[in-house]
C-alpha cells in the first residue's frame, strides 16, 4: 500500500516508519518537524514528505490532488501529552481535534479508504481501579484527552461504505526511539535511576496505567492497516496487553530491581494524580491475530537502561528540553524559531 504517516518524525512515527517500509509499504509523511534535532538515535527514515503542521495542510488548495492514490492513513501528528495539551488548550483543541477532522475530510474526498487516527487511553480519564473495555464510559481530565474525544467523535461521523477510520486508544507509551522522549513515565524513571541513583517519583505512586512499548504500538498500526476491512470498519481498540497496567510504584519497583544501587524516592510534592485508569485490551487480541505484542515492562526497562548506560547518558541530558516535549518546544519559543501557535518563525517571514 501507499501510507502516509503523520508524525512521521515523532516519537513513535520514527519507529514505525521503518516498519512499513521494510514491509514493502511505499510510505510518504507530514511533520512539523517541532523537535528537530532532538535525535537520541541515528535519525528517521528519509520518506518523500507532503508537508509540514497539518493546520497549515488542510487549508491547501491542492491538498486533495496531493493525497490521491494513497490507500491509508496513519494520523499521530498531535500535541502529543498534557503538558503540552494544557499549554494552550484552544491550540491542543485546533491541532488534535480540528485537525484531525479536517484532514479526515480530505481524506475521504480524495478516495483514501483507511484511515487510522492516534487516539489515547486518556479518553478515559479518572476511571477508578476497575477494568475498563472500549465501550465504557470516557471520563477526559485533561485539553489532550478531551481533544481525542472530540476528534473520535468527529472521523467517525464520516465513516461510511467507502471510508473506514479506525481509532487506536494506545496505552502509555515507553521504550527506545531514535525521538526519544523522557517525559514518558517508564523511560523517565529509568533515566532518574540510571542519572542519579534515585527512582524519582512525582506522585504518591499509586495510580494506574496501562503501558505499551513503541514497537508495540507500530505493529499495532501495521496489523490495522493490514487487517480486512471489516474487522476494523470504525472499530476502536485500547493497544496493549491487559497485564501490562500497573501502579506507577509498581513500575518504580522494576526500575529499582534492573538498575543496580538504584533506590525510591519521592518528591517533596509528591501527591495522588487524578488520572488513573486500568484498561482491558483483549478486544484487540481477540479481533486482530495478527497483532502480537513482544514486550514487557521489565524488558523494556532493561533496553532503556542498556540504551542509556552505553552512551553515557547524564542527568543534564536528560533533566534538558532536548528529550522533554513540552519543555523543548518552550525553548524554541524563546530564541525566536517558533512563534507562540506553533508556527517555525523562519515560515512566517518568509525565508
Request: hydrophobic share 40%; aromatic share 8%.
Amino acid at each position: 500500500m501507499k501510507v502516509l504517516v503523520t508524525g512521521h518524525l515523532g516519537y513513535i512515527g520514527s519507529v514505525l516508519t521503518p516498519k512499513l517500509l521494510s514491509r514493502g509499504h511505499e510510505v510518504v509523511g507530514l511533520d512539523s518537524a517541532l523537535f528537530e534535532g532532538c535525535y537520541f538515535l541515528p535519525g528517521a527514515a528519509d520518506i518523500t514528505s507532503l508537508g509540514g503542521d497539518v493546520r497549515e495542510f488542510v487549508k491547501d488548495p491542492e491538498a486533495a490532488d496531493k493525497l490521491r492514490g494513497i490507500d491509508a492513513v496513519i494520523h499521530l501528528a498531535a500535541l502529543s501529552n498534557d503538558p503540552l495539551g494544557d499549554y494552550r488548550p484552544g491550540l491542543t483543541q485546533e491541532i488534535n481535534a480540528q485537525g484531525s477532522i479536517d484532514l479526515a475530510r480530505l481524506a475521504k474526498e480524495a478516495g483514501i479508504t483507511r484511515f487510522a487516527f492516534a487516539s489515547s487511553c486518556s479518553n478515559y480519564g479518572a476511571s477508578g481501579d476497575d477494568f475498563i473495555n472500549e465501550t465504557g464510559d470516557l471520563n477526559p481530565v485533561t485539553a489532550y484527552g478531551v481533544s481525542k474525544v472530540e476528534a473520535e467523535v468527529g472521523i467517525g461521523a464520516l465513516a461510511d461504505e467507502t471510508f473506514s477510520p479506525t481509532f487506536l486508544r494506545a496505552s502509555t507509551a515507553y521504550g527506545l526511539s531514535p525521538l526519544l522522549r523522557t517525559d514518558l513515565v517508564v523511560n523517565n524513571l529509568t533515566a532518574w535511576a540510571c542519572t542519579t541513583g534515585e527512582v524519582h517519583l512525582m506522585s504518591d505512586g499509586s495510580p494506574w496505567r496501562p503501558i505499551v512499548h513503541v514497537e508495540d504500538i507500530a505493529a499495532a498500526y501495521i496489523a490495522i492497516i493490514e487487517a480486512d476491512r471489516q474487522d476494523v470498519h470504525k472499530e476502536v481498540f485500547n493497544i496493549g496487553t491487559t497485564n501490562e497496567n500497573y501502579q506507577i510504584r509498581e513500575i518504580a519497583e522494576l526500575v529499582r530491581d534492573v538498575v543496580p544501587g538504584s533506590k525510591i524516592g519521592f518528591s517533596e510534592n509528591a501527591s495522588p494524580d487524578v488520572r488513573n485508569y486500568r484498561v482491558d485490551c483483549n478486544y484487540l487480541a481477540r479481533k486482530l491475530h495478527g497483532f502480537k505484542p513482544q514486550w514487557t515492562c521489565r524488558r523494556g526497562i532493561e533496553q532503556l537502561y542498556d540504551a542509556y548506560r552505553s552512551v553515557g547518558f547524564t542527568f543534564e541530558q536528560f533533566d534538558g528540553p532536548r528529550f522533554k516535549r513540552i519543555a523543548h518546544m518552550k525553548q524554541r519559543i524563546e530564541q525566536g524559531s517558533l512563534n507562540e501557535d506553533l508556527f517555525p518563525m523562519r515560515q512566517l517571514e518568509g525565508v
